[in-house]
């Protein structure tokens, strides 16, 4: 059984960074996906970038592909996402997933582990 817990959201105005943490409990096998998700106000959640937990390999959605980085740090367990040059169309809950295996997926369902999600606002 892993739990995430993520943290780092809050407000910042267009331009600007934000570092999001989640951290892991619980372990990592060899073989593990982990993921950013986001979902805005009436909107599905959507894939924002992954990250393989040994191997390292990672994959982002298009939009934030040059913006936003994904690492982490096996020794503490502990994910990450960099977003830079924020925007407004950024604004959403953030949520942090995990899954077994060794292949990216950007289907939600698709995660069996979920984190309870942290806000960011991005003003204009």
């Known amino acids: 059984q892993v739990q995430l817990v993520e943290s780092g959201g809050g407000l910042v105005q267009a331009g600007g960074s934000l570092r999001l943490s989640c951290a892991a409990s619980?372990?990592?096998?060899?073989?593990?996906?982990m993921a950013w998700f986001r979902q805005a106000s009436g909107k599905e959640r959507e894939f924002v970038a992954a990250?393989?937990?040994?191997?390292?390999?990672?994959y982002y959605e298009d939009s934030v592909k040059g913006r936003f980085t994904i690492s982490r740090d096996s020794a503490k367990n502990i994910l990450f996402l960099q977003m830079n040059s924020l925007k407004p169309e950024d604004t959403a809950v953030y949520y942090c997933?995990?899954?077994?295996?060794?292949?990216?997926?950007?289907?939600?369902?698709?995660?069996?582990?979920w984190g309870q999600g942290t806000q960011v606002t991005v003003s204009s």
């Open positions: 997933a995990g899954r077994t295996g060794n292949l990216y997926s950007t289907r939600a369902s698709e995660y069996g582990y």
């Open positions: 619980g372990r990592m096998s060899s073989g593990y996906i």
């Open positions: 990250i393989r937990w040994v191997r390292v390999g990672t």
